[in-house]
């Protein structure tokens, strides 16, 4: 094989320029199908980025013999469905996040990809994009000692589509956390990259503002392997919008935004040094490269089912 062929089921929004046009654009890949469960919606994607062939049928787009590899870019809820269905029939899947609902249906993903052979990705995309491999440099390096504790504080003011009573499936009472969930998934799933796996976590979640039924903050403390500590607070109806993570180590500590194009900031006692790291257009593509070259047997990608489960299990507790 020398190109990997992807179908897409599930193109929608964030497959618009974060994720579909990577895939065109990643080296020996190729995008030549997707589907949507609206007809019109599924053509009209497929015509606009110049793909081949498009369908309203999860299971018709994956028994397309011209489709390599799968790309579930669906709502959470539907994860495990679509990503099973890709695994027994032979084909690589990469899913969107967070990975599934809980971490008991990650485990069932993962064992039936294993089972059938192949290989499972989660789009923990910050995990191949240079400003966080800068940041897992400074860490791996020694740069700031051993690292002692982590902080993680992001609030925001309400959505608009939530001030308007929009309904979609991060404010749905059946998804987990709802924008918890989605969002600080990956600043936890980032956290381990850098500083490797939580092995303990517990919190609470609440709805102060009622925009609607799921919990609209979240606070958590947690433990890595290494012994570090961590604390965090997820709000999504405060004054003002702040995303910071500080992680303090015995001789310096680094400071940074998980989703902002923010500065990187590392302070030691050499002074503080900031660093402009900016993102790129289509920013899961670094990480579909890795995908791709693992695939073509060229690479590894750092970002696989069993690490992203990971991330499910942590936020199974904090959410208990």
């Known amino acids: 094989m020398e190109i990997i062929r992807w179908g897409i089921i599930g193109c929608g929004k964030v497959t618009e320029v974060k994720s579909g046009p990577a895939f065109q654009n990643a080296t020996n890949s190729e995008l030549v199908a997707v589907m949507r469960r609206n007809a ?39 994860h495990k469905e679509f990503a099973i269905l890709a695994a027994r029939a032979g084909k690589p899947v990469y899913v969107e996040k967070p990975m599934a609902l809980h971490f008991k249906e990650c485990q069932d993903m993962i064992n039936v990809c294993e089972e059938a052979g192949v290989p499972l990705f989660v789009a923990y995309y910050r995990r191949a994009l240079p400003r966080f491999l800068l940041i897992k440099k400074w860490i791996d390096e020694n740069t700031i000692g051993q690292v002692r504790f982590v902080n993680t504080t992001f609030y925001k003011r309400p959505f608009e589509t939530d ?12 998804i987990p956390g709802g924008y918890f969930s989605d969002l600080a998934s990956h600043t936890l799933d980032i956290l381990q990259f850098f500083l490797g796996m939580i092995i303990s976590a517990q919190g609470q979640g609440s709805n102060q503002a009622n925009l609607y039924q799921n919990d609209d903050i979240v606070s958590g403390s947690f433990l890595f392997a290494s012994g570090a500590h961590g604390t965090g607070t997820w709000c999504f109806s405060a004054f003002g919008d702040v995303d910071r993570t500080e992680i303090v180590g015995e001789k310096g500590k680094i400071t940074f935004a998980t989703f902002c194009n923010e500065p990187l900031l590392l302070e030691t006692s050499s002074g503080i040094q900031t660093v402009q790291a900016e993102n790129p257009l289509h920013i899961q593509q670094p990480l579909i490269q890795t995908i791709v070259d693992e695939l073509l047997g060229k690479g590894k990608c750092p970002s696989t089912g069993r690490t992203a489960a990971r991330t499910n299990w942590a936020m199974d507790r904090i959410l208990s």
Request: charged letters at 25%; hydrophobic letters at 40%; aromatic letters at 10%.
């Open 40 to 78: 019109d919606l599924a053509k009209d994607y497929a015509e606009r980025h110049h793909v081949a062939r498009w369908y309203d049928d999860a299971a018709a787009l994956i028994a397309d013999t011209g489709v390599d590899a799968v790309y579930v870019a669906t709502p959470p809820g539907n």
């Open 163 to 174: 001030l308007k009573g929009v309904e979609h499936w991060r404010v749905q009472p059946n």
